[in-house]
């Protein structure tokens, strides 16, 4: 809860809440900009829209192929990390694509030359430009796709990344072009591994190596390399036992984790919350497994939660301009007062004058 900015919460913008998160997904953007603003002791919704402003943030495609909101000068060591799962190169992905390796190779050489003149394109202007060439007019209707499967390669080996929205239609710009010093290149990703494991776990430890990488690609990642990256962090890492499971954290937030006292507490947080994103919806700690399917709903969706002591026990929605809460049938009396208190975070975060509260 500390290290996640939930208690205390943060007195920083957005570029440090989204860093701290290691970065914050954006898929659905109203729930990016609520992610931040709960974690402001003076929520500022604006806050998001004024980073992606100030190129202080950049949105892309990351980790599980979903859009995030990420720092540039980080940005790129996550990419790094999703471009080593070389996700294109499998036979289920060319099958379902209808894309080759080859074709993927030479999109990306076509798309960094057409971004390198300094365009922003939507992405009709851009799969215009491309499938004027006769390599790409097969791929017309899979560029053209929202999923945007095919340009998510590129996005992880950074020639691609969105740029400022024209009206309701989003953009494609080069992320060098658009950051300038702030971006830094995509590295290796031996390079990139340790950079990451420490920022994930500096906010989401302990956890082990599986769980790390179901939160990066879902479990994509060889596992010798995987297994390869923690040992090499050495002594930077430390084993601990949470309750009987054995899992990593860094070795500089030991001492701290040991004297910490148990969090007592409730919160209320969004859909696509990086609390539970973070450990994924499988974490039994956090989320008992009997519940799972009142947070991970059907095509994705992630559902608002409850946080009492740090784990959660209901969902909530927004009705009729006030918060309903469902909590699970085993889930005890609710504290009412810190939920109604939650409920006033909720609609400043939201730029809403009042959220009354009703349980159901």
Not at 59 to 87: D, F, V
Not at 262 to 285: C, H, I, N, W
Not at 336 to 345: G, I, T, V, W
Request: proline share 6%; net charge neutral.
């Amino acid at each position: 809860m500390r290290r996640q900015f939930l208690d205390p919460r943060s007195k920083g913008d957005a570029s440090e809440i989204v860093s701290r998160l290691c970065g914050v997904q954006a898929q659905v953007w109203s729930a990016g900009e609520l992610a931040v603003a709960l974690r402001q002791s003076t929520p500022d919704k604006d806050s998001v829209d004024r980073g992606i402003a100030d190129r202080t943030l950049m949105k892309t495609w990351a980790m599980r192929g979903t859009l995030h909101l990420l720092r540039p000068s980080e940005a790129g060591a996550y990419l790094s990390l999703m471009a080593s799962t070389g996700s294109w190169l499998k036979p289920s992905w060319q099958k379902a694509s209808g894309v080759s390796p080859k074709q993927i190779d030479e999109l990306t050489e076509e798309v960094a030359a057409i971004l390198g003149e300094g365009a922003v394109l939507t992405r009709d202007q851009l799969v215009t430009r491309l499938v004027a060439d006769k390599r790409f007019q097969s791929m017309e209707e899979r560029l053209r796709s929202g999923w945007g499967s095919v340009l998510k390669p590129l996005a992880w080996r950074g020639v691609l990344c969105h740029g400022p929205n024209q009206g309701n239609k989003i953009t494609f710009t080069l992320p060098e072009r658009q950051f300038g010093s702030d971006w830094k290149q995509v590295p290796e990703p031996d390079e990139a591994a340790p950079v990451v494991i420490e920022s994930y776990l500096g906010a989401y430890g302990p956890a082990t190596p599986e769980i790390f990488d179901r939160w990066l690609s879902l479990n994509s990642t060889s596992k010798p390399k995987l297994r390869g990256w923690f040992k090499d962090m050495g002594d930077k890492l430390t084993e601990v036992d949470v309750e009987g499971r054995q899992a990593l954290m860094l070795t500089e937030h030991a001492n701290e984790l040991a004297d910490i006292a148990p969090y007592k507490g409730a919160r209320l947080l969004g859909s696509f919350d990086q609390y539970v994103l973070g450990p994924g919806t499988k974490d039994e700690v956090i989320l008992a497994a009997e519940h799972r399917s009142a947070v991970s709903r059907a095509a994705g969706w992630i559902s608002p939660i409850v946080v009492i002591h740090g784990r959660v026990v209901g969902v909530w929605e927004i009705l009729d301009q006030e918060i309903v809460v469902t909590p699970f049938p085993d889930s005890g009396r609710l504290p009412l007062k810190e939920m109604e208190k939650e409920a006033a975070h909720v609609a400043r975060a939201s730029q809403l004058s009042r959220l009354p509260v009703r349980v159901v």
